[in-house]
């Protein structure tokens, strides 16, 4: 389900995406469903405490990394394809106070630049569904992780073969949309790799609310001089037609929003 795109570049378009300012000025300073709030659930859920080291999977301007340091005192450290994601997110960590516990740095997602067993927590929030190699991803989140760690996802899900042609192609890709899994293939990448899924979630609500105000942001945008600036290069009514399917889709329970917590067994002591 690779679809005809090359996979490097998915990973370029999707990296050039969701480092733009356009993208910023739409999704606002939270590129997931949910936002902070729904990152802070996560957290907890994850039972992330003073003292683990956390690694957050796709990154972006950082704030979910950020979140964790400053509310479960967490050392962290975010990873994104973004170059200039990259760079953001470490002077926002610096203008938080909070560079002695969060560290940012370049890397995809399939190659993650870590040893193994070096994580007592993975998170991925919203982007596997935009790894063109999923499998070989969530082997990679499973191979980072300590025996007994715990990997945390959410992210956009779809039933299969119920997009319209609109949402897969390239720009349905970069939308999350054009690759993104069911429920149950989420559950059988992460079994495949190695992990054990404890629990899961569904939070359609906070993709439709998600969707709703890509949309109304985008027709505001339209109607100011000010907007057209802040969307420069963006083709508004393609996006606008986009988003009119991605809430077409989301409304009649295509697509939807889910939270899979996967643990990585322990070590079975040696007799």
Same mark, same amino acid.
């Given at each position: 389900?690779?679809?005809?795109?090359?996979?490097?570049?998915?990973?370029?378009?999707? &990296? =050039?995406?969701?480092?733009?300012?356009?993208?910023?000025?739409?999704?606002?300073?939270?590129?997931?469903?949910?936002?902070?709030? $729904?990152?802070?659930?996560?957290?907890?859920?994850?039972?992330?405490?003073?003292?683990?080291?956390?690694?957050?999977?796709?990154?972006?301007?950082?704030? /979910?990394?950020?979140?964790?340091?400053?509310?479960?005192?967490?050392?962290?450290?975010?990873?994104? $394809?973004? @170059?200039?994601?990259?760079?953001?997110?470490?002077?926002?960590?610096?203008?938080?106070?909070?560079?002695?516990?969060? &560290?940012?740095?370049?890397?995809?997602?399939?190659?993650?630049?870590?040893?193994?067993?070096?994580?007592? *927590?993975?998170?991925?929030?919203?982007?596997?569904?935009?790894?063109?190699?999923?499998? =070989?991803?969530?082997? @990679?989140?499973?191979?980072?992780?300590?025996?007994?760690?715990?990997?945390?996802?959410?992210?956009?899900?779809? /039933?299969?073969?119920?997009?319209?042609?609109?949402? =897969?192609? $390239?720009?349905?890709?970069?939308?999350?949309? &054009?690759? &993104?899994?069911?429920?149950?293939?989420?559950?059988?990448?992460?079994?495949?790799?190695?992990?054990?899924?404890?629990?899961?979630?569904?939070?359609?609500?906070?993709?439709?609310?998600?969707?709703?105000?890509?949309? *109304?942001?985008?027709?505001?945008?339209?109607?100011?001089?000010?907007?057209?600036?802040?969307?420069?290069?963006?083709? /508004?009514?393609?996006?606008?037609?986009?988003?009119?399917?991605?809430?077409?889709?989301?409304?009649?329970?295509?697509?939807?929003?889910?939270?899979?917590?996967?643990?990585?067994?322990? @070590? /079975?002591?040696?007799?």
């Amino acid at each position: 389900m690779t679809g005809p795109n090359p996979p490097e570049i998915v990973k370029a378009c999707c &990296a =050039t995406a969701y480092q733009s300012d356009a993208v910023t000025a739409i999704l606002g300073d939270s590129y997931h469903p949910g936002g902070l709030a $729904l990152s802070q659930h996560l957290g907890r859920t994850l039972r992330l405490r003073p003292g683990m080291r956390v690694l957050d999977v796709a990154a972006g301007p950082g704030s /979910t990394a950020l979140l964790f340091a400053a509310e479960f005192g967490c050392e962290v450290v975010g990873v994104d $394809l973004g @170059e200039r994601n990259t760079a953001r997110a470490r002077e926002a960590a610096r203008q938080a106070g909070l560079a002695d516990l969060v &560290a940012f740095r370049v890397g995809d997602a399939e190659q993650l630049p870590f040893d193994d067993a070096s994580f007592d *927590a993975v998170v991925c929030e919203c982007a596997l569904c935009t790894f063109p190699d999923k499998p =070989t991803a969530a082997r @990679e989140l499973a191979r980072v992780l300590r025996p007994g760690g715990r990997a945390g996802i959410t992210d956009i899900t779809v /039933t299969p073969g119920a997009l319209p042609r609109e949402l =897969t192609d $390239l720009a349905g890709w970069i939308a999350c949309l &054009a690759d &993104a899994r069911s429920l149950e293939q989420y559950a059988d990448l992460l079994t495949a790799a190695g992990l054990q899924t404890t629990a899961i979630e569904r939070h359609d609500d906070a993709l439709r609310r998600m969707v709703e105000q890509i949309d *109304a942001r985008l027709r505001a945008y339209r109607m100011t001089t000010r907007g057209a600036l802040a969307l420069s290069g963006v083709d /508004t009514d393609r996006a606008l037609a986009l988003a009119a399917q991605a809430q077409r889709v989301v409304r009649d329970g295509a697509a939807g929003y889910a939270l899979l917590i996967a643990d990585k067994p322990a @070590e /079975t002591p040696k007799s």
